[in-house]
């Protein structure tokens, strides 16, 4: 199965626009629909989980320890990619593309992975 993204609160909403427009067929929600705001990161990545989405986010301080103490729970989790400020936009879009296309959803389980890949 293709991997499925879930947007951040705090990730660029250009990042999202634009994988969708290089590939439609990607399932990339937004924040806002799955109704993130002003959620804490533990129960950002447990609603990810639970609809089986790779959290993309820009989160580099917080988001390493809420992930490694949500394993460390006994949670399984589809993912993290964080995104850094720096990055230059089409860069993220690009390898999200390239994520999409090469690989499966249970090649990023329980990982976090820095973009660009």
């Known amino acids: ?3 499925r993204f879930q947007a951040d609160n705090d990730l660029r ?3 999202r626009t634009g994988t969708l427009r290089s590939a439609t067929a990607i399932d990339f929600q ?3 629909a799955a109704n993130l705001h002003g959620l804490p990161d533990p129960e950002v990545l447990r609603l990810a989980a639970l609809e089986g ?3 993309v986010s ?3 301080n ?3 320890a809420h992930f490694k103490a949500f394993l460390a729970a006994g949670n399984m989790s589809p993912g993290v990619l964080l ?3 720096r990055i230059p936009t089409a860069q993220i879009i690009e390898s999200l593309v390239v994520i999409w296309t090469a690989s499966e959803c249970d090649e990023w389980i329980d990982r976090l992975d820095w ?3």
Do not use: F, T, V, Y
């Open 62 to 64: 917080s988001m390493p």
């Open 58 to 60: 820009h989160d580099e």
């Open 115 to 117: 973009l660009p890949i």
């Open 13 to 15: 909403g250009s990042i």
């Open 1 to 3: 199965m293709k991997p």
């Open 53 to 55: 989405r790779i959290l």
């Open 83 to 85: 995104a850094p400020q």
């Open 30 to 32: 937004s924040a806002l």
